[in-house]
């Protein structure tokens, strides 16, 4: 099959359009699993009861706001270095979902702070280290949306995107290092509760199905963004006016 | 080559010297931010003492942060920039020349000052020599750093607040390994392995940011 | 008339330009040698100084290419800078520094090694005879633009000047001091590019003519 023939615009609109749906269907699949697995089957935690289970959305968005970041940064780049518009599209399509699941890893990782320790905020490694990943991708759509010109802005955007994926391990490990010297007391998200492999199974299940939402979501948005992006084009035209 | 750059950090230096109000703006952006900080928490000597490398380095980096805007917006307002990128040296080399140049400016004076602000905390004396060290590795840092964010915010309107929001996560990892050698040698720990550390840095964004400010710099003036 | 060998050729292959939304040019195509002169005209709008700057290598095409000596001169870059000389609209002048200053500093990065002699040499014969220690900041607009253009002598090496309005903000004199430098430079074999409104007497013999629409 000729993977090529879908790297336009034009033709990879269509597609998207047909992929999206299924995604979505998977995704809410794969969720309602998970979450099963994670309120009903999973053990309850001997040290802090039933209020971890938040970690089966928190851990499997965490995993989800990194992982985007770089497959941000791979489309990113690779419409820099090959000048395709689709690529830059993709990137600037997945950068809000990656924006959300920062946000929800760190609403749920307050979240689990409060009832198990004590405080809504907590300056563990991974928490802040999700807070400056929030600050990226919010420095990525605040370049792209002050940037008038697409194709600029596609380019800034991605040499912002790589610069940040090189910055991310830095960032973790010197995060990680402030916070093993200034916490004397262990109160780590990280010292999570030893896996049982229910649980562990849960957070996949959960990862799987937020994994295909954010396909969906970014399917979607790249239609979005195609639509306004080629306005000018024929095939836009034609499909603003539609067929009957 | 070597005249070239030899050149562009002697223009930069003049340009400085004739307009020195820029320059001595953000020293006293440092200073004043230095000296807010006993004004919110207390004038507890103790505390100071603690809080001392962590907010004279806070105070360096919203500093050089204020003086990117400098780098290369005026140069791109009267062309001249144009003409750098269309010169017979590499656009990298022109970069670090213009990056040096800007860090003589805007970073070497906080790093020359920062003890005497540092004794205003009672921070002890034998460790200010660490502290200024660490701010003279960190520094040009954070203006090599810095240039990617200048570069690629040429222009734009939200200019300032934009650059901020961009170039402050990236600066994250050289605060807290900055701050963190003076604390760990008030500690008595020893500073050495961060100091180690943000030399490291500094090669590192030697080598690689200019190159990503020329790459950033040709997409913003297209 | 002979040409003398060896000054590359300037080609531009099947270019397209978009900016934004507008579709200013498409599939054009032309071919520079030594000694010729190419003029673009067109009206306001039209896409000129994207054209100039495609030529420089400054903006990239959406579509096509520029070769130089029929290299491609996003493969070459600093080589190729070295032989061009871009004039643009904005004067690339610093306020704070004179004259003078200002000229050496261009042809340094240029690449090129200058005696203030002959730096003072330039500015005379742009008319500019005491201004050498005057900071550009106190000059009016059209010496500020004849200091730009004093680069002109200073760059007989280069086989190639792309020139974006030239004659703009310049009095009777300066112009026709302008046409000669440019008449001397394609008699010596280079290539001049340039667009102007003004129709001067060296645009009239011009040997290329591309005329841009506005869309």
């Known amino acids: 099959m000729n993977w090529f023939k879908y790297s336009s615009p034009q033709t990879f609109f269509p597609l998207a359009g047909k992929l999206a749906p299924w995604f979505g269907a998977l995704a809410l699949v794969a969720c309602a699993a998970g ?210 | 080559m070597l005249v070239a750059l030899r050149c562009v950090i002697h223009r930069d230096l003049l340009l400085a010297a004739r307009r020195s109000s820029d320059v001595l703006t953000v020293l006293l952006f440092f200073v004043i931010v230095v000296s807010l900080f006993p004004l919110g928490v207390g004038s507890d000597p103790a505390l100071l003492r603690t809080i001392a490398p962590g907010v004279i380095w806070v105070a360096a980096l919203l500093a050089s942060m204020l003086a990117l805007q400098r780098m290369f917006a005026s140069d791109h307002a009267d062309g001249t920039l144009e003409q750098m990128l269309l010169g017979a040296t590499p656009l990298g080399m022109t970069v670090a020349a213009k990056v040096l140049a800007h860090w003589l400016v805007s970073g070497l004076p906080l790093v020359l000052i920062s003890p005497v602000l540092a004794l205003q905390f009672d921070f002890p004396r034998e460790l200010l020599g660490v502290l200024a060290l660490s701010l003279a590795l960190g520094t040009p840092v954070l203006s090599l750093i810095g240039a990617i964010g200048a570069a690629l915010t040429l222009g734009l309107r939200g200019g300032g607040a934009l650059l901020s929001l961009l170039v402050l996560p990236l600066y994250v990892p050289v605060l807290i390994i900055g701050a963190g050698s003076a604390e760990a040698a008030a500690a008595g720990i020893g500073g050495q392995a961060q100091l180690l550390l943000l030399g490291a840095f500094l090669v590192f964004a030697g080598a690689f940011a200019p190159w990503a400010t020329a790459v950033a710099l040709r997409i913003s003036v297209e | 008339m002979e040409k003398p060998s060896g000054i590359p050729s300037l080609e531009a292959v099947d270019l397209h330009c978009a900016r934004g939304e507008r579709r200013l040019f498409s599939a054009l195509s032309f071919t520079l040698r030594g000694g010729e002169l190419l003029r673009i005209a067109g009206a306001n709008g039209a896409g000129k100084t994207s054209l100039l700057r495609i030529a420089c290598g400054l903006l990239e095409p959406t579509l096509g290419e520029v070769r130089w000596a029929g290299e491609n001169i996003r493969r070459l870059q600093e080589e190729f800078w070295r032989q061009l000389v871009y004039i643009g609209h904005a004067n690339a002048i610093k306020d704070d520094l004179t004259a003078a200053e200002n000229l050496h500093v261009a042809c340094t990065l240029a690449g090129v090694r200058v005696q203030p002699a002959r730096i003072d040499e330039a500015l005379r014969r742009l008319g500019l005879a005491g201004c050498q220690n005057l900071p550009a900041r106190v000059l009016s607009q059209g010496q500020r633009r004849r200091v730009a253009l004093a680069r002109l002598p200073l760059s007989e090496a280069m086989p190639l000047w792309i020139l974006d309005e030239p004659f703009a903000a310049l009095d009777a004199a300066a112009v026709e001091c302008v046409q000669n430098l440019i008449a001397e430079h394609l008699s010596r074999g280079a290539g001049v590019i340039l667009t102007t409104h003004f129709e001067a007497r060296i645009t009239t013999a011009a040997t290329l003519r591309i005329d841009l629409e506005a869309s």
């Not at chain 1, 985007?68 to 600037?92: D, I, Q």
């Open chain 1, 35 to 244: 979450l099963y697995i994670g309120f009903f089957r999973a053990p309850t935690d001997a040290q802090q009861g039933e209020a971890y289970r938040i970690i089966f959305i928190h851990v499997p968005a965490a995993w989800m706001s990194m992982f985007l970041y770089l497959v941000l940064a791979f489309w990113a780049g690779l419409g820099l270095v090959f000048n395709t518009r689709l690529s830059g599209m993709m990137a600037s399509a997945i950068a809000p979902t990656g924006a959300l699941f920062t946000f929800v890893a760190l609403w749920t990782g307050s979240l689990w702070g409060k009832p198990t320790w004590g405080t809504w905020w907590v300056w563990d490694a991974r928490l802040t280290s999700e807070l400056i990943l929030l600050f990226l991708y919010f420095g990525f759509m605040a370049l792209q949306a002050a940037i008038d010109d697409p194709r600029r802005a596609d380019k800034a955007g991605a040499v912002l995107a790589l610069v940040g994926v090189v910055n991310i391990p830095i960032i973790y490990f010197s995060v990680k290092w402030w916070n093993t010297l200034h916490q004397g007391a262990s109160v780590s998200l990280t010292k999570a509760p030893t896996m049982a492999a229910t649980m562990l199974t849960g957070m996949v299940v959960m990862a799987f199905g937020f994994w295909f939402y954010s396909i969906a979501a970014a399917l979607m948005r790249s239609r979005c963004i195609m639509l306004e992006r080629e306005r000018a084009s024929e095939w836009v035209v034609e499909y603003a006016e539609g067929p009957a």
